[in-house]
């Protein structure tokens, strides 16, 4: 059997318990809950902890947010362009949630020298955490100790 | 100095992360972490001195 016949084998008959998709659920929505949840409480910690310190010094740094389903006005494709960018900032979860259902961060603040460095906080940070989330989830699968 | 201090901010948090998803053991988390925070502030200094000599 070769190696390419094995590896699809096995992702057939793997079989993904419920609860790994809440724990990656839990995971994303609040940044390192999904490794407190399986009691891996450093690692859930320091993940939680640099992805909350990134996304706050991005904020700080007068970085802006990508708002989702809002082109400002743009029209044509030029709204697409949002979307990757929108789509990183999502991964960072409640922050993210709570900055938009409060309209905190979404405004561009180009007098401040550090705002491209924010910017890049923002979008790492929510990148980040769903390199957390996936941490999580397969850890909760069973592939990871 | 003070985007020195932003890209060394930069680079602990991701190496932080990357250092607990990425291996097993609690050595070779810290050993890997080291290392991306290593490789970061490295090849950032290098390409700020390669960037020096280009004019624009």
Known sequence: ?145 | MKHLLVMILFAVLVATVFGVVARNSVRERLLYGLKIFAEFIGIGLALAWLLYFFPF
């Open chain 1, 1 to 145: 059997m070769s190696l390419r016949e094995k590896r699809s084998e096995t992702a057939l008959t793997e079989t993904v318990p419920g609860g790994a998709w809440l724990i990656g659920l839990l995971g994303w929505f609040v940044p390192g809950a999904g490794h407190v949840a399986q009691g891996r409480w450093g690692r859930g910690l320091l993940i939680g902890g640099a992805v909350m310190a990134m996304f706050i010094i991005g904020l700080a740094f007068g970085g802006h947010l990508f708002p989702i389903g809002d082109s400002q006005g743009v029209s044509g494709w030029s709204p697409l362009l949002q979307v990757p960018p929108m789509i990183a900032n999502l991964g960072a979860g409640l922050l993210y949630l709570v900055c938009w259902v409060t309209n905190t961060g979404f405004v561009e603040q180009a007098k401040l020298e550090t705002f491209e460095y924010g910017n890049t906080f923002l979008l790492v940070a929510g990148l980040l955490n769903y390199l957390g989330m996936l941490d999580a989830f397969d850890i909760a699968v069973g592939r990871k100790p």
